[in-house]
């Protein structure tokens, strides 16, 4: 869109980057070669140029306004007043546009407003709304007030519903959604408006110490009896605030570092209230967690981590230590110490929790020195220690689902006597009554089987791991032995079973029938309720529900060895495939009365439901038979370590003592001598400080040692940028914030000790680590499991796993930086994230090399000012999508003026003359796939070398389109899961497909890749997948990458990548200021709904700068038509920089876009250049001359020219472009009939480009 029907626009382009002496200096000659070089300007023109008179240049700071009203395409906002009781604002929406589509006969009406939100209840109208976020104080109350200014109704129209995502498969084995269209009859079928507000408080939050409203204003409304819509153009929005407090009480309005600056600039672009906001910036400090944690134990001397795997007690020997390298030589026996951390609150991570617990506690031992007081050879100590799968002292379970080992940490630099169990004598006496049987619950559980591969919507908030499988008409066996129980008394049987769902468009109902012994009625023991209604089986479980239930199994039905069988129970009695129910079974829990006996020389029991009477009753415990008389009987609730009698029998030896019980329940742990568990390893720990509260950081690197020297070089590099950079190891998060555990809420826990208590906190956090859905390596394809440590961290670094609605759960790493408070409705995050997931020490090198060589190489080619839009085809048959005409609004709306934009759009494939359309339909694909292949794919590989490249489209994983665009299923041959491989990734030659990621061309010039489309950003795969291969290439691919890890909606991406572009391109001007590409994508986070928060992450250095150009000033002024043929005259000088030597690129465009054709087809899309030169600056001045030439272009006038200017400093790059330069710019117009002289001084600051509107 035009802005000016005649119009000058002047780009003189001046960025900061710092040269470093290990980066290469900017080849001069190879950046300018495809310059046309003209002759210099005499000297007696440039002297007459003294005797014109100048024009002066309006600066007019309402150029922003000017732009949004004529872009009528968009959302216009009116800000009527601000102030710290609220903001009054009108929204002004465009047209909407319509179009018809069929759904069972009945013609609906799909409408389209560009908005940066939609609703998307599936079978619920799909009407588009818009989200404003409002900066409101702190603790306030919001109230909201609306009127409607200009209205429209539009009737006889039924808006189109939100379709139903599916997942599907098409015939190359690509996972895509299938949009099924559903009708809800609550909403079409009712009465009513639909949405029944015109505006609403959609949710509340804070950002970065800024309380934030999120207010949805719809401009379309169903009239659900009338059949219209009625279209709120114009709506007065009033939102008050009540109570709160002002930033004035506070906060200490000091120094604002560089990050902070630039995250409140673009904080600006989000909210509404842009002059009053910073009134309401807040920085509350929470209450102070007095926790002990593993901080604390530095000052003492040396820690050393020892790992533990199974519940119980562990036995460690003087002699075991010293093998592992741990000085104990000389140490006092009372000053061994052994801590850890209730890891239950890490295992069941709460999304809701503010202050993280990080706390560890001393843990009970039992020293065996021998009596001198050292800690020698021959000496050892016990110790009981949790696992990551235990049960706790009230019977629950718990499982961490991130690292099999749990982390005691020992030291011996304390002085006193460290935590002991305390010794007692209980023998029993006469007359007291025997308990020989206890309540045992036996928690039985296997993971075999991952769900979400096969669970379109895993409604659970927690495993994804699974038993088994129990098919249709199948039935799965289980044998268990009960030979120990108590005579007489009932089995208590616990199980979970989730239930399967194949498709999102039937319901499937489920039927179990649990068997004991024998598979018949009279040995049936649970069966859940179904019945016959309206010609179907139903029941009363069905799809993805979960199904757990108590059952009591008679003792009459019980026997020694017993086996259960579940039935997948098909009421039809069909041989046809009717019933299609398929379920997992999760676990089984079996609670009956047991003897007091050992297993493996050990036994654990509590006095859970033993009968107590009134107060507390004494009873004797009779426990055997054991092999050796060499017992060791604790009580770790009390912390007792308890001698009885010993007693030897024919069958062995038993263990007899009394006590005393009342609640809460004691539970004891008795093993003989050879029955200890053993630790796993043993490591020192190094000593880390991220708990000083000295700390600061701009940004941060959590990265594991194995990467460690890979990362420094790249955080180094932005310290040259003027940010104070940390790279902080994970295994010193783990233990500082996790109690030594491998787990992501140690992360948070890190961060938002950071964010709340360091003296300056981060704006930017990077992961570095691969992740994959099998931390625990459930399935044995993992290969780093040599040394224990390194298994149990080393390059891993996993996600937060958050459930969506639609479609399973998703990987999301939004949720780290969540650090006040989190809104249920979406996220509201307080720190711009990114990872590079990178597997190996290489692919990390290749990726910190080219984010290096981005920072650091002054390069301003034509790719700097170039974007690469891949869009799909709109075939209805492959699903819903207007990607070539997302691409196109996107121009026309966001891109800024003179961008270089190359197109390679599916619908191209029309216009060759092997196109056949009888392919437009499923049965076409392979045909298009070998067309799109031949002449789209190659252009792919070409046209990668551009600042921005965006595909918009269907995609899977790693696939770019049904007809395979842009694939890659090749991973490297060290890949651990390189075994892995579905037949859907080989071709039907059973050959992997094509590497089109090493088929790139474009060497060092690296673009930011916006994939708007499903599953390509999905980073906890076995395999790479788009989103992760494209950065790990070397020497060319993307530099920064995001991709949905999930199935989503076309227009909610599509929102989501214009937002982004948005807050850079802002008025589709370039930017101010050097910018963060993680910024836009933040603050574009803060405004999307919470499933595009979830689903879309970002990979890539999170600190690195955008390499866009960037600017000053924009002005904004009138000259004359210009006839082709006549020359303009430049000259220009940089003030206060005589030193300045070297060239400048001068260059002419005209307004509307062209094409470059190759053959017959069109190529590329841009600003036609019609006079390009190169000019020397010497001491800071510099001149041109560039004709306006005839013969290009239709006519001889062009409508508006746009003047570029680049220059460039030969001996310090764009280093030489300091704070407060001036540069003064004046040009001679000389025409066929009248000559005309302009001038201009325009005042710089550094590290910024100019645009000039003349």
């Excluded at 139903?164 to 895509?176: A, M, R, S």
């Excluded at 591969?453 to 032995?481: H, K, L, S």
């Excluded at 017992?631 to 038993?654: K, P, Q, V, W």
């Amino acid at each position: 869109m035009k802005l000016v029907k005649y119009c000058f626009i002047f780009l003189f382009l001046i960025e900061f980057i710092p040269i470093y002496s290990h980066s290469e200096q900017i080849d001069k000659d190879l950046l300018l070669e495809e310059v046309e070089t003209i002759k210099p300007p005499s000297t007696e023109l440039k002297e007459k140029e003294k005797l014109y008179e100048t024009r002066p240049v309006r600066f007019d700071s309402s150029i922003e306004e000017v732009l949004d009203e004529t872009q009528s395409g968009q959302i216009g906002i009116d800000v009527i007043r601000e102030d710290i009781d609220g903001v009054v604002f009108e929204i002004t929406f465009p047209e909407p546009k319509f179009s018809e589509k069929q759904i069972e006969g009945r013609l609906y009406t799909v409408v389209d407003i560009p908005t940066n939100n939609s609703l998307l209840e599936p079978g619920q109208p799909n009407l588009p709304y818009e989200v404003i976020i409002v900066a409101i104080p702190h603790n306030s109350q919001v109230t909201l007030d609306c009127s409607i200014e200009e209205q429209q109704t539009f009737n006889n129209v039924i808006p189109s519903p939100t379709p139903q995502i599916v997942v599907n498969k098409d015939p190359n084995g690509l996972e895509y959604p299938e949009y099924i269209d559903t009708i809800d009859e609550s909403i079409y079928g009712g009465s009513g408006i639909y949405p029944n507000l015109i505006a609403e408080v959609e949710s509340t939050g804070i950002v970065r110490g800024f309380s934030i409203a999120s207010v949805a204003v719809y401009p379309i409304q169903y009239d659900v009896e009338a059949k219209k819509l009625v279209f709120n153009k114009k709506v007065k929005v009033s939102v008050g605030f009540v109570g709160g407090v002002l930033s004035g009480d506070t906060i200490n309005k000091g120094d604002i570092s560089g990050a902070e600056r630039e995250f409140i600039d673009f904080f600006r672009k989000v909210v509404v209230n842009k002059d009053t906001f910073m009134t309401f910036r807040y920085r509350d400090n929470p209450p102070t967690y007095n926790s002990f944690t593993v901080y604390d134990l530095y000052d003492d001397g040396d820690v050393y981590k020892l790992f533990v795997k199974d519940e119980g007690v562990y036995k460690v020997t003087y002699e075991w230590l010293v093998n592992h390298g741990v000085c104990v030589s000389g140490v006092a026996s009372d000053r061994i110490r052994l801590y850890t951390g209730d890891h239950r609150d890490l295992i069941e991570e709460s999304p809701e929790f503010e202050q993280p617990n990080d706390s560890i506690y001393e843990v009970p031992l039992i020293v065996f020195d021998g009596g001198d007081g050292m800690f020698d050879e021959g000496d050892y100590f016990i110790f009981y220690g949790f696992g990551t799968f235990f049960m706790d002292e009230s019977r629950q379970y718990h499982k961490s689902f991130y690292s099999e080992y749990s982390v005691y940490f020992l030291t011996f630099g304390v002085e006193g006597k460290g935590m002991r169990y305390s010794d007692v004598s209980l023998p029993p006496d006469e007359g007291i009554e025997v308990q020989r049987y206890y309540l045992k619950k036996d928690h039985r559980e296997e993971e075999k089987i991952y769900a979400a591969d096969g669970c379109y919507g895993n409604p659970r908030e927690g495993d994804d791991w699974y038993w088994t499988t129990v098919g249709r008409i199948g039935a799965w066996e289980y044998q268990f032995n009960m030979a120990d129980r108590e005579p007489g008394e009932d089995l208590r049987l616990r199980f979970r079973l989730q239930g399967k769902e194949l498709t999102r468009t039937e319901t499937y109902y489920h039927i179990v029938k649990i068997y004991i012994n024998y598979q018949n009625d009279d040995h049936l023991v649970f069966q859940n309720n179904y019945w016959y209604d309206d010609g179907k089986w139903k029941s009363d479980w069905k799809n993805e529900e979960m199904l757990e239930e108590e059952v009591v199994i008679p003792h009459e039905l019980l026997k020694d060895e017993n086996v259960l069988i579940f039935e997948n129970f098909d009421p039809t009695d069909s041989e046809d495939d009717i019933w299609k129910s398929e379920f997992w079974v999760d676990w089984l829990e079996f609670t009956y009365w047991c003897k007091l006996k050992p297993y493996n020389g050990k036994i654990e029991f509590g006095t859970y439901e033993m009968e107590m009477g009134f107060g507390p009753v004494e009873k004797i415990f009779e426990i055997g038979p054991f092999e050796s008389s060499e017992l060791i009987a604790i009580d770790r609730i009390t912390n007792r370590n308890i001698s009885g009698e010993i007693e030897e029998r024919d069958d062995g030896f038993y263990l007899r003592f009394k006590d005393e019980l009342f609640q809460p329940a004691k539970i004891y742990e008795i093993y003989q001598d050879n029955a200890f568990l053993s630790v796993v390893d043993v490591i020192r720990d190094q000593p880390s400080n991220l708990h000083d509260v000295s700390n600061g950081a701009d940004g941060i690197y959590v990265t594991y040692d194995y990467y460690y020297d890979i990362i420094e070089p790249l955080a180094e590099v932005h310290r040259h940028e003027g940010y104070d950079v940390m790279v902080v190891k994970a295994e010193d998060v783990y233990e500082e914030f996790g109690k030594g555990q491998l787990d992501p809420t140690a992360i948070r826990n890190m961060l938002y000790h950071a964010y709340h208590f360091w003296e300056k906190r981060p704006t930017f956090v990077t992961l570095v680590g691969f992740c994959t859905k099998d931390p625990m390596d459930h399935w044995g394809r993992q290969k780093d499991v040599g040394r224990l440590y390194l298994h149990h961290g080393m390059n891993k670094m996993h996600p937060h796993y958050e459930f969506h609605t639609s479609y399973r759960k998703v990987p999301s790493d939004i949720w780290f930086t969540c650090l006040e408070g989190r809104d249920p409705v979406k996220f509201t995050p307080d720190m711009a994230i990114s990872r590079i997931s990178a597997y190996d020490r290489e692919y990390t090198s290749w990726v910190v090399n080219k984010s290096i060589d981005y920072s650091t190489s002054p390069d301003y080619g034509d790719w700097k000012i170039s974007t690469t839009l891949v869009a799909d085809n709109g075939f209805t048959f492959e699903g819903p999508g207007d990607f070539p005409e997302d691409m196109e609004e996107l121009i026309e709306y966001v891109m800024p003026y003179g961008f270089i934009h190359k197109k390679i759009y599916m619908d191209r494939l029309k216009h060759y003359d092997e196109y056949d359309p009888s392919w437009e339909n499923k049965d076409g694909l392979e045909k298009r796939t070998d067309l799109a292949r031949k002449y789209l794919t190659p252009e792919i590989y070409k046209n990668f070398n551009s600042l921005i490249l965006i595909f918009s489209g269907h995609g899977s994983f790693n696939v770019w389109c049904h007809e395979k665009l842009f694939y890659d299923w090749i991973v490297h041959p060290d890949n651990p899961f390189q075994e892995w491989m579905q037949p859907a990734y080989s071709d039907e030659y059973g050959e992997y497909f094509p590497h089109d990621v090493y088929e790139l061309l474009n060497y060092h010039q690296f673009p930011h890749v916006m994939q708007l489309s499903c599953n390509l950003g999905h980073f906890d795969l076995e395999v790479a997948v788009m989103s992760e291969k494209l950065p790990y290439i070397k020497d060319k691919g993307a530099v920064m990458t995001d991709g949905e890890d999930r199935l989503g909606y076309e227009n909610e991406q599509n929102s989501f990548n214009n937002n982004i572009w948005s807050y850079i391109f802002d008025s589709k001007m370039i930017p101010f200021n050097k910018v963060h590409f993680s910024m836009a994508y933040w603050m574009a986070k803060i405004e999307a709904n919470k499933s595009v928060q979830m689903q879309h992450n970002l990979m890539g250095d999170c600190m690195l700068y955008f390499g866009c150009p960037t600017r000053l000033v924009r002005l904004d002024s009138y000259p004359p038509r210009h006839k082709r043929g006549s020359i303009l005259e430049i000259d220009g000088a940089i003030e206060n920089e005589e030193s300045f030597n070297g060239y400048a690129i001068v260059q002419i465009a005209d307004s509307p876009f062209y094409c470059e054709y190759e053959g017959e087809y069109p190529i590329i899309y841009r600003d036609r250049i019609l006079t390009k030169t190169r000019v020397r600056v010497e001491n800071g001045d510099f001149h041109a001359e560039l004709p306006i030439p005839y013969e290009t272009g239709d006519g001889d006038e062009p409508t508006e020219v746009k003047l570029f200017i680049y220059a460039y400093d030969e001996n310090r790059g764009l280093e030489a472009m300091l704070n407060e330069d001036v540069v003064r710019t004046s040009w001679t117009v000389t025409m066929s009939r009248r000559s005309a002289r302009y001038g201009l001084t325009l005042k710089m600051t550094a590290g910024y480009s100019l645009l000039i509107l003349i």
